[in-house]
Protein backbone atom coordinates (compact mmCIF):
# COMPACT_ATOMS: atom_id res chain seq x y z
CA UNK A 1 0.00 0.00 0.00
CA UNK A 2 2.90 2.56 0.92
CA UNK A 3 4.05 1.51 -2.45
CA UNK A 4 1.23 2.46 -3.88
CA UNK A 5 1.24 5.80 -1.90
CA UNK A 6 4.90 6.74 -3.34
CA UNK A 7 3.55 5.90 -7.29
CA UNK A 8 0.01 8.78 -6.36
CA UNK A 9 2.00 10.74 -4.60
CA UNK A 10 4.67 11.36 -7.69
CA UNK A 11 1.52 11.61 -9.90
CA UNK A 12 0.37 14.05 -8.37
CA UNK A 13 3.83 16.03 -8.51
CA UNK A 14 4.08 15.75 -12.57
CA UNK A 15 3.48 19.24 -14.00
CA UNK A 16 0.78 17.17 -16.62
CA UNK A 17 -1.04 15.55 -14.38
CA UNK A 18 -3.37 18.30 -12.71
CA UNK A 19 -3.73 19.52 -15.95
CA UNK A 20 -4.97 16.62 -17.78
CA UNK A 21 -7.85 15.96 -15.29
CA UNK A 22 -9.29 19.83 -15.90
CA UNK A 23 -9.13 19.10 -19.64
CA UNK A 24 -10.91 15.37 -18.95
CA UNK A 25 -13.35 17.34 -16.19
CA UNK A 26 -14.04 19.77 -18.85
CA UNK A 27 -14.93 17.20 -20.99
CA UNK A 28 -17.39 15.49 -19.34
CA UNK A 29 -18.95 18.83 -18.02
CA UNK A 30 -19.00 19.83 -21.83
CA UNK A 31 -21.55 16.72 -22.60
CA UNK A 32 -23.58 17.39 -19.20
CA UNK A 33 -24.47 20.76 -20.38
CA UNK A 34 -25.47 19.96 -23.43
CA UNK A 35 -27.47 17.17 -22.91
CA UNK A 36 -29.20 19.65 -20.00
CA UNK A 37 -29.37 22.31 -22.85
CA UNK A 38 -31.18 19.74 -24.92
CA UNK A 39 -33.96 19.27 -22.36
CA UNK A 40 -34.85 22.49 -21.17
CA UNK A 41 -34.85 24.41 -24.20
CA UNK A 42 -34.34 28.49 -24.40
CA UNK A 43 -35.68 30.39 -21.23
CA UNK A 44 -38.49 32.90 -21.59
CA UNK A 45 -38.70 36.28 -19.58
CA UNK A 46 -36.35 37.97 -17.88
CA UNK A 47 -33.81 35.70 -17.88
CA UNK A 48 -33.22 35.16 -22.04
CA UNK A 49 -30.94 38.42 -21.99
CA UNK A 50 -28.45 36.01 -19.86
CA UNK A 51 -28.62 33.21 -23.20
CA UNK A 52 -27.46 33.39 -26.55
CA UNK A 53 -30.18 32.35 -29.05
CA UNK A 54 -28.49 33.16 -32.51
CA UNK A 55 -26.40 30.70 -33.86
CA UNK A 56 -24.42 33.48 -35.34
CA UNK A 57 -23.27 35.33 -32.67
CA UNK A 58 -23.00 31.36 -30.71
CA UNK A 59 -20.19 30.31 -32.86
CA UNK A 60 -18.47 33.75 -33.05
CA UNK A 61 -18.34 34.23 -28.99
CA UNK A 62 -16.98 31.13 -28.93
CA UNK A 63 -14.68 31.18 -31.68
CA UNK A 64 -13.41 34.21 -29.23
CA UNK A 65 -13.05 32.39 -26.31
CA UNK A 66 -11.50 29.38 -27.81
CA UNK A 67 -8.98 31.71 -29.59
CA UNK A 68 -8.10 34.02 -26.89
CA UNK A 69 -7.89 31.03 -24.42
CA UNK A 70 -5.41 28.76 -26.50
CA UNK A 71 -3.31 32.29 -26.89
CA UNK A 72 -2.93 33.41 -23.17
CA UNK A 73 -2.33 29.48 -22.25
CA UNK A 74 0.82 29.95 -24.36
CA UNK A 75 1.51 33.45 -22.71
CA UNK A 76 1.11 31.68 -19.56
CA UNK A 77 3.60 28.64 -20.81
CA UNK A 78 6.31 31.69 -22.47
CA UNK A 79 6.02 33.36 -18.51
CA UNK A 80 6.58 30.08 -16.92
CA UNK A 81 9.87 29.17 -18.80
CA UNK A 82 10.94 32.60 -18.35
CA UNK A 83 10.70 31.99 -14.79
CA UNK A 84 12.36 28.83 -14.57
CA UNK A 85 15.28 29.95 -16.22
CA UNK A 86 15.88 32.71 -14.09
CA UNK A 87 14.92 30.12 -11.27
CA UNK A 88 17.67 27.71 -12.65
CA UNK A 89 20.43 30.67 -12.63
CA UNK A 90 19.68 32.64 -9.33
CA UNK A 91 18.84 29.44 -7.42
CA UNK A 92 19.90 26.35 -9.08
CA UNK A 93 18.96 23.45 -11.53
CA UNK A 94 17.69 21.37 -8.87
CA UNK A 95 15.08 23.91 -7.77
CA UNK A 96 13.28 23.77 -10.94
CA UNK A 97 11.40 21.13 -10.24
CA UNK A 98 9.79 23.22 -6.89
CA UNK A 99 8.42 25.91 -9.11
CA UNK A 100 7.14 23.14 -11.87
CA UNK A 101 5.08 21.30 -8.64
CA UNK A 102 3.56 24.60 -8.12
CA UNK A 103 -0.04 24.10 -7.80
CA UNK A 104 -1.37 27.31 -8.95
CA UNK A 105 0.83 27.06 -12.51
CA UNK A 106 -0.82 23.85 -12.81
CA UNK A 107 -4.07 25.52 -12.17
CA UNK A 108 -3.81 28.09 -14.28
CA UNK A 109 -2.56 26.09 -17.21
CA UNK A 110 -5.08 23.54 -17.06
CA UNK A 111 -7.69 26.20 -16.92
CA UNK A 112 -6.75 28.04 -19.77
CA UNK A 113 -6.32 24.45 -22.17
CA UNK A 114 -9.78 23.17 -20.72
CA UNK A 115 -11.88 26.16 -21.63
CA UNK A 116 -10.28 25.98 -25.01
CA UNK A 117 -11.20 22.33 -24.99
CA UNK A 118 -14.75 22.92 -23.90
CA UNK A 119 -15.67 25.83 -25.86
CA UNK A 120 -14.55 23.56 -29.35
CA UNK A 121 -16.94 20.67 -27.87
CA UNK A 122 -19.61 23.07 -27.71
CA UNK A 123 -18.78 25.28 -30.91
CA UNK A 124 -19.68 21.55 -32.36
CA UNK A 125 -22.71 20.81 -31.51
CA UNK A 126 -24.76 24.34 -32.82
CA UNK A 127 -27.15 23.69 -35.99
CA UNK A 128 -28.99 26.34 -37.67
CA UNK A 129 -30.04 24.64 -40.98
CA UNK A 130 -33.66 24.24 -41.91
CA UNK A 131 -33.92 20.80 -40.01
CA UNK A 132 -32.65 21.40 -37.06
CA UNK A 133 -31.75 24.36 -35.16
CA UNK A 134 -29.58 24.23 -31.55
CA UNK A 135 -27.80 26.52 -29.89
CA UNK A 136 -26.53 25.52 -26.31
CA UNK A 137 -27.56 28.44 -24.51
CA UNK A 138 -27.07 27.51 -21.35
CA UNK A 139 -23.60 26.02 -21.91
CA UNK A 140 -22.46 29.53 -23.90
CA UNK A 141 -23.69 30.98 -20.63
CA UNK A 142 -21.11 28.69 -18.46
CA UNK A 143 -18.07 29.67 -20.99
CA UNK A 144 -18.84 33.22 -20.39
CA UNK A 145 -18.63 32.34 -16.83
CA UNK A 146 -15.59 30.71 -16.80
CA UNK A 147 -14.11 33.00 -19.30
CA UNK A 148 -14.21 35.60 -16.61
CA UNK A 149 -13.15 33.57 -13.80
CA UNK A 150 -9.78 32.81 -16.11
CA UNK A 151 -9.42 36.51 -16.19
CA UNK A 152 -9.24 36.86 -12.83
CA UNK A 153 -6.87 33.57 -12.55
CA UNK A 154 -4.89 35.61 -14.82
CA UNK A 155 -4.33 38.54 -12.42
CA UNK A 156 -3.53 35.68 -9.59
CA UNK A 157 -1.03 34.32 -11.96
CA UNK A 158 0.89 37.41 -12.73
CA UNK A 159 0.94 38.32 -8.78
CA UNK A 160 2.26 34.77 -7.49
CA UNK A 161 4.82 34.41 -10.28
CA UNK A 162 6.20 38.14 -9.41
CA UNK A 163 6.44 36.85 -5.84
CA UNK A 164 7.62 33.71 -6.39
CA UNK A 165 11.40 34.16 -7.60
CA UNK A 166 12.22 36.42 -4.63
CA UNK A 167 14.70 34.53 -2.29
CA UNK A 168 12.94 35.16 0.69
CA UNK A 169 9.63 33.55 -0.82
CA UNK A 170 11.72 30.54 -2.41
CA UNK A 171 13.75 30.20 1.13
CA UNK A 172 10.51 29.92 3.05
CA UNK A 173 8.71 27.60 0.46
CA UNK A 174 11.34 25.49 1.21
CA UNK A 175 11.64 25.27 4.93
CA UNK A 176 7.95 25.14 4.86
CA UNK A 177 7.89 21.82 2.59
CA UNK A 178 11.46 20.87 4.43
CA UNK A 179 9.40 20.74 7.89
CA UNK A 180 6.33 18.65 6.69
CA UNK A 181 8.28 16.48 5.45
CA UNK A 182 10.97 15.80 8.58
CA UNK A 183 7.91 15.53 11.03
CA UNK A 184 6.36 13.08 8.43
CA UNK A 185 9.60 11.24 8.58
CA UNK A 186 10.40 12.00 12.17
CA UNK A 187 7.22 11.96 13.98
CA UNK A 188 8.72 10.43 17.39
CA UNK A 189 10.13 12.88 19.85
CA UNK A 190 12.78 11.41 21.61
CA UNK A 191 10.61 11.59 25.31
CA UNK A 192 7.91 9.21 23.23
CA UNK A 193 10.93 6.58 24.03
CA UNK A 194 13.25 6.97 26.53
CA UNK A 195 15.34 4.01 25.79
CA UNK A 196 18.19 4.15 23.70
CA UNK A 197 18.31 1.56 20.92
CA UNK A 198 21.27 -1.00 21.82
CA UNK A 199 23.91 -2.32 19.12
CA UNK A 200 23.72 -6.04 18.46
CA UNK A 201 26.07 -8.09 17.39
CA UNK A 202 25.61 -7.83 14.02
CA UNK A 203 28.62 -10.49 12.65
CA UNK A 204 26.92 -13.01 15.34
CA UNK A 205 23.32 -12.27 14.07
CA UNK A 206 25.10 -13.23 10.35
CA UNK A 207 26.55 -16.02 11.23
CA UNK A 208 23.73 -17.88 12.15
CA UNK A 209 22.34 -18.47 8.70
CA UNK A 210 24.76 -20.95 6.29
CA UNK A 211 24.04 -19.38 3.04
CA UNK A 212 24.48 -15.67 1.57
CA UNK A 213 23.58 -13.72 -1.23
CA UNK A 214 23.64 -10.34 -2.63
CA UNK A 215 20.83 -8.42 -4.85
CA UNK A 216 22.28 -5.70 -7.17
CA UNK A 217 20.58 -2.40 -8.36
CA UNK A 218 18.67 -3.06 -12.15
CA UNK A 219 19.79 0.34 -13.25
CA UNK A 220 21.55 3.84 -12.39
CA UNK A 221 20.01 6.27 -10.89
CA UNK A 222 18.86 7.72 -7.17
CA UNK A 223 17.14 5.58 -4.86
CA UNK A 224 13.69 7.31 -4.56
CA UNK A 225 11.89 4.95 -1.98
CA UNK A 226 12.18 1.38 -0.21
CA UNK A 227 9.10 -0.37 0.82
CA UNK A 228 10.29 -1.64 4.19
CA UNK A 229 6.85 -3.60 4.44
CA UNK A 230 7.11 -5.43 1.80
CA UNK A 231 10.92 -6.52 2.26
CA UNK A 232 9.98 -7.59 5.94
CA UNK A 233 7.25 -9.78 4.17
CA UNK A 234 9.76 -10.97 1.70
CA UNK A 235 12.23 -11.85 4.98
CA UNK A 236 9.19 -13.80 6.63
CA UNK A 237 8.88 -15.72 3.67
CA UNK A 238 12.33 -16.75 3.24
CA UNK A 239 12.72 -17.02 7.12
CA UNK A 240 16.32 -14.79 5.81
CA UNK A 241 17.91 -10.91 7.00
CA UNK A 242 18.30 -8.66 4.83
CA UNK A 243 21.29 -6.22 4.78
CA UNK A 244 20.76 -2.97 2.90
CA UNK A 245 23.74 -1.22 2.33
CA UNK A 246 22.20 2.54 0.44
CA UNK A 247 19.19 4.48 1.51
CA UNK A 248 16.66 6.92 -0.28
CA UNK A 249 19.16 9.85 -1.80
CA UNK A 250 21.69 7.58 -2.66
CA UNK A 251 22.94 7.47 -6.27
CA UNK A 252 23.31 3.93 -7.45
CA UNK A 253 25.38 2.42 -10.33
CA UNK A 254 23.85 -0.39 -12.46
CA UNK A 255 24.74 -3.51 -10.87
CA UNK A 256 25.85 -2.24 -7.95
CA UNK A 257 25.33 -4.15 -4.32
CA UNK A 258 22.37 -3.08 -3.42
CA UNK A 259 22.05 -5.22 -0.01
CA UNK A 260 22.87 -8.55 1.31
CA UNK A 261 20.44 -11.69 2.49
CA UNK A 262 21.25 -14.38 5.11
CA UNK A 263 19.22 -16.95 4.80
CA UNK A 264 19.70 -20.82 5.64
CA UNK A 265 19.22 -22.13 2.56
CA UNK A 266 20.36 -21.52 -1.14
CA UNK A 267 17.50 -19.30 -2.60
CA UNK A 268 16.89 -18.84 -6.32
CA UNK A 269 17.18 -16.31 -8.72
CA UNK A 270 13.68 -15.63 -9.26
CA UNK A 271 13.35 -14.96 -5.21
CA UNK A 272 16.64 -12.87 -5.29
CA UNK A 273 14.96 -10.94 -8.22
CA UNK A 274 11.99 -10.04 -6.13
CA UNK A 275 13.73 -8.16 -3.27
CA UNK A 276 14.84 -6.06 -6.01
CA UNK A 277 11.18 -4.54 -7.43
CA UNK A 278 11.08 -3.14 -3.90
CA UNK A 279 13.12 -0.60 -4.64
CA UNK A 280 12.54 2.87 -6.99
CA UNK A 281 15.09 3.92 -8.87
CA UNK A 282 14.79 7.47 -11.09
CA UNK A 283 16.68 10.26 -12.93
CA UNK A 284 15.60 12.33 -9.71
CA UNK A 285 16.05 12.61 -6.16
CA UNK A 286 12.64 12.15 -3.95
CA UNK A 287 11.34 13.83 -0.98
CA UNK A 288 9.39 11.32 0.25
CA UNK A 289 11.43 8.69 2.23
CA UNK A 290 14.77 11.33 1.46
CA UNK A 291 14.91 13.91 4.25
CA UNK A 292 18.17 15.55 3.23
CA UNK A 293 17.01 16.43 -0.58
CA UNK A 294 15.41 19.58 0.45
CA UNK A 295 18.22 20.52 2.96
CA UNK A 296 20.51 20.34 -0.22
CA UNK A 297 18.30 22.32 -2.03
CA UNK A 298 18.69 25.35 0.88
CA UNK A 299 22.58 24.78 0.91
CA UNK A 300 22.23 25.25 -3.12
CA UNK A 301 20.95 28.62 -2.56
CA UNK A 302 23.51 29.81 -0.14
CA UNK A 303 25.92 28.64 -1.96
CA UNK A 304 25.12 30.23 -5.08
CA UNK A 305 24.64 33.33 -2.66
CA UNK A 306 28.52 33.26 -1.51
CA UNK A 307 29.82 32.83 -4.70
CA UNK A 308 32.08 35.64 -5.96
CA UNK A 309 29.91 36.30 -8.49
CA UNK A 310 26.79 37.17 -6.62
CA UNK A 311 28.37 37.34 -3.20
CA UNK A 312 24.83 37.91 -1.47
CA UNK A 313 25.65 36.85 2.56
CA UNK A 314 21.91 38.20 3.45
CA UNK A 315 20.06 35.25 1.65
CA UNK A 316 22.90 32.59 2.50
CA UNK A 317 22.13 34.17 6.43
CA UNK A 318 18.56 33.16 5.66
CA UNK A 319 18.97 29.86 4.29
CA UNK A 320 20.99 29.18 7.93
CA UNK A 321 18.34 30.28 9.93
CA UNK A 322 15.39 28.20 7.96
CA UNK A 323 18.02 25.56 8.73
CA UNK A 324 18.37 26.20 12.31
CA UNK A 325 14.87 25.46 12.81
CA UNK A 326 14.99 22.14 11.23
CA UNK A 327 17.78 21.01 12.82
CA UNK A 328 16.22 22.13 16.61
CA UNK A 329 13.73 20.18 15.36
CA UNK A 330 15.43 16.91 14.62
CA UNK A 331 17.71 17.46 17.82
CA UNK A 332 14.06 16.37 20.11
CA UNK A 333 13.90 13.48 17.28
CA UNK A 334 13.93 9.57 17.51
CA UNK A 335 15.33 9.20 14.47
CA UNK A 336 14.50 5.26 12.74
CA UNK A 337 16.41 2.72 14.02
CA UNK A 338 18.72 0.65 11.63
CA UNK A 339 17.31 -2.77 13.24
CA UNK A 340 14.04 -3.46 11.97
CA UNK A 341 11.72 -6.23 12.89
CA UNK A 342 8.53 -8.87 12.21
CA UNK A 343 5.51 -8.98 14.26
CA UNK A 344 6.94 -11.56 16.01
CA UNK A 345 10.04 -9.44 17.40
CA UNK A 346 12.59 -11.26 14.87
CA UNK A 347 15.44 -8.76 12.95
CA UNK A 348 14.85 -9.09 9.54
CA UNK A 349 16.33 -5.85 8.10
CA UNK A 350 19.62 -4.29 8.86
CA UNK A 351 19.25 -0.72 7.52
CA UNK A 352 21.13 2.32 6.95
CA UNK A 353 19.32 4.92 8.26
CA UNK A 354 19.73 8.61 8.47
CA UNK A 355 21.37 9.95 11.60
CA UNK A 356 21.59 13.44 13.29
CA UNK A 357 25.23 13.83 12.77
CA UNK A 358 24.79 12.90 8.93
CA UNK A 359 21.85 15.49 8.82
CA UNK A 360 23.63 18.56 10.32
CA UNK A 361 26.92 17.94 7.96
CA UNK A 362 24.62 18.15 5.07
CA UNK A 363 23.24 21.49 6.65
CA UNK A 364 25.93 23.19 7.73
CA UNK A 365 29.42 21.71 6.35
CA UNK A 366 29.20 23.16 2.49
CA UNK A 367 27.94 26.46 3.40
CA UNK A 368 31.12 26.48 5.91
CA UNK A 369 33.14 25.85 3.14
CA UNK A 370 32.17 28.55 1.27
CA UNK A 371 31.55 31.25 3.77
CA UNK A 372 35.25 31.19 4.28
CA UNK A 373 36.53 34.73 4.59
CA UNK A 374 32.97 36.38 5.27
CA UNK A 375 32.34 36.80 8.75
CA UNK A 376 28.84 37.67 8.75
CA UNK A 377 27.82 34.31 7.82
CA UNK A 378 30.51 32.73 9.60
CA UNK A 379 29.75 34.69 13.03
CA UNK A 380 25.71 33.01 11.89
CA UNK A 381 26.92 29.90 11.87
CA UNK A 382 28.20 29.83 15.02
CA UNK A 383 25.08 31.60 16.49
CA UNK A 384 23.04 29.06 14.79
CA UNK A 385 24.45 26.49 16.25
CA UNK A 386 24.46 28.14 19.92
CA UNK A 387 20.62 27.97 19.38
CA UNK A 388 20.43 24.15 18.07
CA UNK A 389 22.24 23.08 21.22
CA UNK A 390 20.19 25.07 23.44
CA UNK A 391 17.39 22.11 21.94
CA UNK A 392 19.70 19.30 21.85
CA UNK A 393 19.91 17.39 25.13
CA UNK A 394 21.24 13.52 23.66
CA UNK A 395 24.92 13.28 24.12
CA UNK A 396 25.73 12.02 20.72
CA UNK A 397 24.00 15.62 18.92
CA UNK A 398 26.24 17.27 21.60
CA UNK A 399 29.29 15.74 19.93
CA UNK A 400 28.01 16.41 16.66
CA UNK A 401 27.43 20.12 17.28
CA UNK A 402 31.04 20.35 19.07
CA UNK A 403 32.78 19.12 15.96
CA UNK A 404 30.78 21.73 13.95
CA UNK A 405 31.49 24.45 16.37
CA UNK A 406 35.20 23.36 16.31
CA UNK A 407 35.43 23.60 12.44
CA UNK A 408 33.76 27.04 12.76
CA UNK A 409 36.41 28.17 15.07
CA UNK A 410 39.17 26.95 12.55
CA UNK A 411 37.80 28.74 9.61
CA UNK A 412 37.69 32.00 11.23
CA UNK A 413 41.55 31.76 12.66
CA UNK A 414 42.06 31.30 9.23
CA UNK A 415 40.20 33.74 7.26
CA UNK A 416 39.42 36.22 9.43
CA UNK A 417 41.46 39.90 9.46
CA UNK A 418 39.82 41.93 11.99
CA UNK A 419 40.33 40.34 15.35
CA UNK A 420 37.83 41.95 16.83
CA UNK A 421 35.59 39.86 14.56
CA UNK A 422 37.80 36.54 15.87
CA UNK A 423 37.43 37.72 19.04
CA UNK A 424 33.40 38.32 18.96
CA UNK A 425 33.10 34.58 17.30
CA UNK A 426 35.46 33.15 20.11
CA UNK A 427 33.01 34.75 22.50
CA UNK A 428 30.34 33.20 21.33
CA UNK A 429 32.14 29.68 20.68
CA UNK A 430 32.30 29.14 24.82
CA UNK A 431 28.21 29.15 25.22
CA UNK A 432 29.20 25.03 23.08
CA UNK A 433 32.96 24.16 23.31
CA UNK A 434 34.34 23.31 27.09
CA UNK A 435 37.13 25.72 28.13
CA UNK A 436 40.03 23.23 27.22
CA UNK A 437 38.81 23.13 23.73
CA UNK A 438 38.19 26.45 23.52
CA UNK A 439 41.37 27.46 24.66
CA UNK A 440 43.67 25.10 22.25
CA UNK A 441 42.50 27.44 19.98
Request: glycine residues 4%.
Amino acid sequence: MKKAAYSWNELKSTFWFFPVLLISLAIVLAFIFLYFDSQIGYPKGAWQYLFISDANSARIILSTIAGVMIGVAGTVFSIMLVVLTLASSQFGSNLIRNFMHVRLNQVVLGAYISTFAYCLIILNTIRNNDQVVFVPSFSILIALLVTVANIILLVFFIHNTAISIQANTVISDISESLSKNIKTLFPESEEDNLDEEKEQDEDLLKRGFKEKHTFSASKSGYLQYISFESLIGLAVELDSLIELHFRPGDYLVKDVELGTVYSQVTLEKEKISRLQTQFIVGKNRSQQQDAEHSIHQMVEIAARALSPGINDPYTAITCIDNLTATMCYLATTKFPSKYLHDKEGKLRIIADPLTYEGMIDAAFNQIRQYAKGNPAVIIRLMEALITINKFTKGKKHKKAIEKHAMMVLNVANKSFDEPNDLNDLKERSRLILSKRAHDQH
